[in-house]
């Protein structure tokens, strides 16, 4: 065999053993934001399994603020869907934006109820309400750390998907950039609240 030949097998060998890594790294960084949205499935399951407990909880007290008991029901069905779907393919971009807006309009409907329980003093010291919505409260921080390490793992995905010259492996496997789990504010709600004296 003739040293031409045998530096061109080497070289070849070389770029294989490159492409196997890269591409295994992918798939390891890939499987990564999948447990990691594993961890928020299993939170986001325990919030939709306690909020009808906590309207039943309310109806007795608040008959009269149907429509906003309903809201949080019906925000509740719409996230539930979403975070089902997500859960098909936890590496889908449209269906991470859907959960994210599914989510905000729950999170805005469970303001309002808590508002209300504020109002309704029969309703502040009943204590299954009060164990429900420390439950929920537990839960919604259990949610943000599973975000905050989903983001991370799709930061790190996505970094190693956008470097060169691993880019040329995820470009050709389809291992394309995801979004992050993001607020859906507004910019005005992102602004800090002016306080008066």
Request: net charge negative.
């Given at each position: 065999?003739?040293?031409?030949?045998l530096i061109?097998?080497?070289?070849?060998?070389?770029?294989?053993?490159?492409?196997?890594?890269?591409?295994?790294?992918?798939?390891?960084?890939?499987?990564?934001?999948?447990?990691?949205?594993?961890?928020?499935?299993?939170?986001?399951?325990?919030?939709?399994?306690?909020?009808?407990?906590?309207?039943?909880?309310?109806?007795?007290?608040?008959?009269?603020?149907?429509?906003t008991?309903?809201?949080?029901i019906?925000?509740?069905?719409?996230?539930?869907?979403?975070?089902?779907?997500?859960?098909?393919?936890?590496?889908?971009?449209?269906?991470?934006k859907?959960?994210?807006?599914?989510?905000?309009?729950?999170?805005?409907?469970l303001?309002?109820?808590?508002?209300?329980?504020?109002?309704?003093?029969?309703?502040?010291?009943?204590?299954?309400?009060?164990?429900?919505?420390?439950?929920?409260?537990?839960?919604?921080?259990?949610?943000?750390?599973?975000?905050?390490a989903y983001?991370?793992?799709?930061?790190?995905?996505?970094?190693?998907?956008?470097?060169?010259?691993?880019?040329?492996?995820?470009?050709?496997?389809?291992?394309?950039?995801?979004?992050?789990?993001?607020?859906?504010?507004?910019?005005?709600?992102?602004?800090?609240?002016?306080?008066?004296f």
């Amino acid at each position: 065999m003739s040293i031409p030949t045998l530096i061109t097998l080497v070289l070849l060998a070389v770029v294989l053993l490159w492409a196997m890594s890269a591409y295994n790294g992918l798939v390891v960084l890939r499987n990564e934001v999948q447990n990691a949205y594993g961890q928020i499935d299993v939170q986001l399951k325990r919030r939709y399994d306690l909020i009808p407990n906590l309207v039943e909880a309310a109806k007795k007290y608040i008959s009269h603020e149907r429509e906003t008991l309903e809201a949080v029901i019906a925000a509740r069905t719409h996230a539930r869907m979403a975070n089902d779907t997500l859960s098909q393919a936890p590496a889908e971009g449209g269906a991470i934006k859907d959960l994210s807006h599914a989510e905000a309009m729950l999170q805005g409907s469970l303001g309002k109820l808590f508002a209300l329980r504020e109002s309704y003093p029969e309703l502040k010291a009943d204590r299954t309400i009060a164990q429900l919505s420390e439950e929920l409260t537990s839960t919604e921080n259990r949610i943000g750390f599973s975000r905050q390490a989903y983001n991370d793992a799709i930061l790190a995905y996505n970094n190693a998907a956008e470097q060169f010259p691993a880019a040329l492996i995820a470009t050709l496997f389809h291992f394309g950039g995801l979004p992050m789990l993001q607020s859906t504010q507004s910019e005005e709600e992102r602004q800090a609240p002016k306080v008066r004296f």
